[in-house]
């Protein structure tokens, strides 16, 4: 026989069911209808529970531990993601950004970047994360038709097409 679900529950059946029916998240509504059928012992067995409200048997004996040490408010306040701060500063980005609309000295290609950044700005930037930023934010391309040269005489192109 499987483990019985005997849990004593503080929240009152009214709480549980206001929180459950003002709570937007999918997550969180399951985490509180576990403790809502808990409360009004529907189920025998943890495993039935689980499989009542679609998740793993493990799931819920971490929700139940949760609960036990941390109380309510810690099974409705996700944890998940985060304050992720990009590998590429402020500062980081208005230089390669000078970089790659620079003429004269430009960037010849994704691991030239990422030379560029290590020596200039002493960051080890790896070479798909600076490259897919690159497209992402200056519309870079891997392959493209060679410029100009900047020293070109335009009127003495103009008089070479000319002659027949």
Same mark, same amino acid.
């Given at each position: 026989?499987?483990?019985?679900?005997?849990?004593?529950?503080?929240?009152?059946?009214?709480? *549980?069911?206001?929180?459950?029916?003002?709570?937007?998240? !999918?997550?969180?509504?399951?985490?509180?209808?576990? /403790?809502? /059928?808990?409360?009004?012992?529907? !189920?025998?067995?943890?495993?039935? *529970?689980?499989?009542?409200?679609?998740?793993?048997h493990?799931?819920?004996?971490? #929700?139940?531990?949760?609960?036990? =040490? !941390?109380?309510?408010?810690?099974?409705?306040? *996700?944890?998940?993601?985060?304050?992720? $701060?990009?590998?590429?500063?402020?500062?980081?980005?208005?230089? /390669?950004?000078?970089?790659?609309?620079?003429? $004269?000295?430009?960037?010849?290609? +994704? #691991?030239?970047?990422?030379? #560029?950044?290590? =020596?200039?700005?002493?960051?080890?930037?790896?070479?798909?994360?600076l490259?897919?930023?690159?497209?992402?934010?200056?519309? %870079?391309?891997?392959k493209?038709?060679?410029?100009?040269? +900047?020293?070109?005489?335009?009127?003495?192109? =103009?008089? !070479?097409?000319? %002659?027949?």
């Amino acid at each position: 026989m499987g483990m019985t679900s005997k849990i004593e529950i503080e929240e009152s059946l009214e709480t *549980l069911e206001k929180a459950f029916k003002t709570n937007t998240s !999918f997550k969180v509504r399951q985490r509180i209808q576990s /403790l809502i /059928l808990l409360k009004k012992d529907k !189920f025998k067995r943890q495993a039935d *529970l689980a499989e009542f409200i679609g998740v793993g048997h493990s799931t819920l004996k971490t #929700w139940i531990k949760q609960y036990k =040490e !941390f109380g309510f408010d810690s099974l409705t306040t *996700l944890q998940s993601g985060g304050n992720y $701060k990009g590998a590429i500063s402020e500062h980081l980005h208005k230089a /390669l950004e000078a970089k790659v609309n620079d003429s $004269k000295d430009p960037l010849l290609g +994704y #691991w030239h970047a990422v030379d #560029w950044v290590k =020596e200039h700005h002493g960051q080890d930037i790896k070479y798909q994360t600076l490259r897919a930023y690159l497209i992402r934010h200056f519309k %870079t391309k891997k392959k493209h038709p060679r410029k100009s040269h +900047y020293k070109k005489d335009e009127q003495a192109l =103009e008089v !070479f097409k000319k %002659t027949p």
